[in-house]
Nanobody, 116 residues
């Protein structure tokens, strides 16, 4: 059984920074993409950033230049460094691993609240 556990969420003032981390445990095997998604209050879940096994990254337009996704293939972790946070970044953030031949696995989510 694969489990993903996020950490690092919390309350921060606008303009501040947070770093989210996601660690995998269990019978993981080969990981393709690792990603971060978020679900703002009353809205659908949306992609924030994704990083491939080769290190290629893709960011949603609304976080470009402010967020950085980082991957550690030895530790099977993915981090999201979030700078210049805005109140609109308030959401539950989820990590996602796409495992080779096994599909997508999700963490339980971590709350990020940005106050104005």
């Amino acid at each position: 059984q694969v489990q993903l556990v996020e950490s690092g969420g919390g309350l921060v003032q606008a303009g501040g920074s947070l770093r989210l981390s996601c660690a995998a445990s269990g019978s993981i095997g080969s990981i393709n993409d690792m990603g971060w998604y978020r679900q703002p209050p009353g809205k659908q879940r949306e992609l924030v950033a994704v990083i491939s096994s080769g290190g290629s990254t893709h960011y949603a337009d609304f976080v470009k230049g402010r967020f950085t996704i980082l991957r550690d293939n030895v530790k099977n972790t993915v981090d999201l460094q979030m700078n210049s946070l805005k109140p609109d970044d308030t959401a539950v953030y989820y990590c996602q691993f796409r495992l080779h031949f096994r599909g997508d696995y999700w963490g339980q989510g971590t709350q990020v609240t940005v106050s104005s």
